[in-house]
């Protein structure tokens, strides 16, 4: 049974960082595609970034590039996002997914499975 399970949500200030985590289990972990997804108040689900199995292929949403940083370690099963320069507009609750066709750039994203989310709020 696949099971996405993300934690490290909370609370941070403008400009803070944050990492989010995603213990995967139930699939072979290194042989997927892996993605954040995130969904704010009153908006459509977006494709945030994601990575291949072997971690050397990465893509980011415009609005990320150069703050988020997706990682993942396939002796852990888990996929992390390391956000910097926080924003009022990353507030979201944030997914973790598998990545069904591979990583590529952001807009062609498709989630698999789905994490249940955790929330993060940008706040001050």
């Known amino acids: 049974q696949v099971r996405l399970v993300e934690s490290g949500g909370g609370l941070v200030q403008p400009g803070g960082s944050l990492r989010v985590s995603c213990a995967a289990s139930g699939f072979t972990f290194d042989a997927y595609a892996l993605g954040w997804f995130r969904q704010a108040p009153g908006k459509e689900r977006e494709a945030v970034s994601c990575?291949?199995?072997?971690?050397?292929?990465?893509h980011y949403a415009a609005s990320v590039q150069g703050r988020f940083t997706i990682s993942r370690d396939n002796t852990e099963n888990t996929l992390y996002l390391q956000m910097n320069s926080l924003k009022f507009e990353d507030t979201a609750i944030y997914y973790c997914?598998?990545?069904?066709?591979?990583?590529?750039?952001?807009?062609?994203?498709?989630?698999?499975?789905w994490g249940q989310g955790t929330q993060v709020t940008v706040s001050s």
């Open positions: 997914a598998t990545v069904t066709f591979g990583c590529r750039p952001v807009s062609a994203l498709t989630g698999g499975y």
């Open positions: 990575i291949n199995g072997n971690g050397e292929t990465t």
